[in-house]
């Protein structure tokens, strides 16, 4: 992806040998300035809504080590190599990944364990917010959760990462990788910062990837340095496709990269047994929504009208690098908010609309409805107004005038008002229901439930089947209320044979 160092403290320490390409005067490292303090904020994890805004004021060398400064044996984990492999023997037997035991990899293992504990704890705790998201769509494109550590070595999750190379956000796009794989990206906007569009273009170039290698220790390479790196090394190395064999024809960069990953891995695996825990359990992912932008917005008038905190707008939208939406024709803008914001912005809409243009956002205002979630339906490809207007048994008269339409034009992701009834959203297993097939029974969606954690709910059908299952396959957000259905456990799962990418 990157000709350059990957942006994390994850790096084989002989690479920083010449490379001081940010000024110190970014960063006063003297003894007296601070440094502790600047760290700390770097790696907040208490407060995501202050999250790494200085990420690309690193000086490089402060989380990585001379080539020639060793661990001493007294301070060294006490674990012993042979332990080591017998761990690393397991982890290798539950990955498709190949995690084989070898000296650089122990001591990247080592050399974390002695100078890099505090912030591995962070990182853990960290993880608890980011490794949902990750996990969700790298089912999805059937890659393996195991990825998820790449964000790491990428990023130290931070998703306003940016490197010296100018790779930016969690997963380290470059400008013209981020726009092949459809991160919009201009003087207001760089969706390379979304965590979850950026995830997206991640597991699509991570697929991709492997499809042409055939080897994950390859493809995570290629990600690294590009897969044109890649291909010259397999050549000087005369054709070998061994990772660990080629390496040292890769750039300086690369050759360290895949034993970061595998240390991360085998650090997270087995955090509890290096004591290696979070410093608080408070971290969770926290669930959001988005609202499609029907014109151009700014935050302050965001917060003054909806009382939304500035700083959770930027937290939770942080690809809007100014603090305003634009209105980009023929390009869909969305604001993602924590759920417990939405209902503030959907009660305040029209008056933020009229104060930052003075235009009225819905032409008939006494007939329109306000949009909650719980009177509302987000359009799907394929959708039209008359097929939605008979799937929620109403006029099309009404679809438009609730929703202020002049015209029949929809756009994919588009909230609609489908009813003026309240409707109950209360989760759980709807017994009352009749089922033809006894194999399934009837879930109601409530409200912060994912594909995800209903999956993990009933232990025994994956996200993938619950897609099939409920035609799910282009969905990712679920309207409270929604009714799925579900296998039961003793009925055989339906596997979707298809191209799931």
């Known amino acids: ?42 790696m907040d994890v208490t407060n995501l809504q202050t999250l790494d805004l200085i990420s690309n004021s690193m000086e490089p060398d402060i989380f990585l080590l001379d080539h020639r400064e060793i661990p001493k044996p007294e301070e060294i984990d006490t674990f012993s190599s042979m332990t080591l492999k017998e761990q690393l023997s397991v982890l290798n037997k539950t990955t498709p990944f190949k995690v084989y035991h070898s000296a650089t990899l122990e001591r990247f293992i ?29 089912d999805r494109y059937d890659l393996p959760l195991e990825l998820k550590y790449l964000a790491i070595v990428e990023s130290a999750l931070n998703p306003v990462a940016v490197s010296a190379s100018g790779a930016k956000g969690l ?7 981020g726009n092949e794989y459809g991160l919009y990206i201009d003087s207001f906007v760089d969706e390379r910062f979304d965590p979850i569009k950026s995830t997206r273009a991640a597991c699509s170039y991570l697929k991709s990837l492997y499809d042409t290698f055939g080897d994950w220790d390859l493809a995570l390479a290629a990600y690294n340095s590009g897969p044109g790196n890649v291909k010259k090394a397999i050549k000087r190395a005369g054709g070998t496709k061994n990772y660990w064999e080629l390496r040292h024809f890769l750039p300086k ?31 969770v992912y926290q669930h959001t929504d988005t609202v499609q932008i029907k014109g151009s917005l700014n935050f302050e008038m965001i917060k003054k009208f909806a009382g939304i905190p500035i700083q959770t707008l930027r937290s939770s939208n942080p690809s809007y690098k100014k603090d305003i939406i634009p209105d980009i024709p023929g390009h869909t803008m969305y604001l993602t908010l924590p759920v417990k914001y939405l209902q503030q912005f959907l009660e305040a809409e029209k008056d933020i609309y009229l104060a930052h243009s003075g235009v009225e956002m819905n032409p008939k205002p006494g007939e329109s409805i306000a949009i909650t979630q719980m009177n509302s339906y987000i359009v ?38 489908v009813t003026d009834k309240k409707k109950s959203t209360e989760p759980g297993v709807n017994k009352k229901k009749n089922i033809n097939n006894t194999n399934y029974q009837i879930y109601r969606v409530g409200f912060g439930d994912t594909l995800f954690k209903i999956s993990r709910k009933f232990g025994n059908i994956s996200i993938s089947e619950l897609r099939t299952l409920n035609g799910l396959e282009n969905v990712n957000y ?23 990418s």
Request: net charge positive; hydrophobic share 35%.
């Open 1 to 42: 992806m990157k000709k350059l160092q990957f942006f994390t403290f994850f790096l084989l320490p002989c690479l920083l040998i010449g490379q001081n390409s940010i000024p110190k005067n970014q960063w006063d490292l003297s003894k007296n300035s601070g440094l502790k303090s600047k760290l700390d904020l770097w």
């Open 110 to 138: 080592r050399v974390y364990l002695k100078d890099r504990r505090e912030y591995l704890n962070r990182l853990i705790e960290k993880s608890a917010y980011y490794f949902p998201l990750f996990e969700q769509y790298l």
């Open 171 to 177: 997963w380290q796009f470059m400008y013209g990788t």
């Open 253 to 283: 960069e690369t050759s360290s990269y895949v034993p970061a990953f595998y240390a991360t891995m085998y650090l997270f695996t087995h955090a509890d047994f290096h004591n290696l825990k979070p410093q608080s359990k408070e971290t």
């Open 380 to 417: 799907q490809p394929g959708d039209n107004l008359n097929r939605i207007a008979i799937k929620h048994n109403i006029s099309l008269e009404k679809l438009k005038t609730w929703n202020g339409l002049d015209s029949n034009f929809l756009i994919s992701g588009q909230r609609l008002v």
């Open 478 to 500: 679920l309207k409270p209320g929604t009714e799925l259905k579900i296998r039961t456990k003793d009925a055989a799962p339906q596997i979707d044979h298809g191209n799931k």
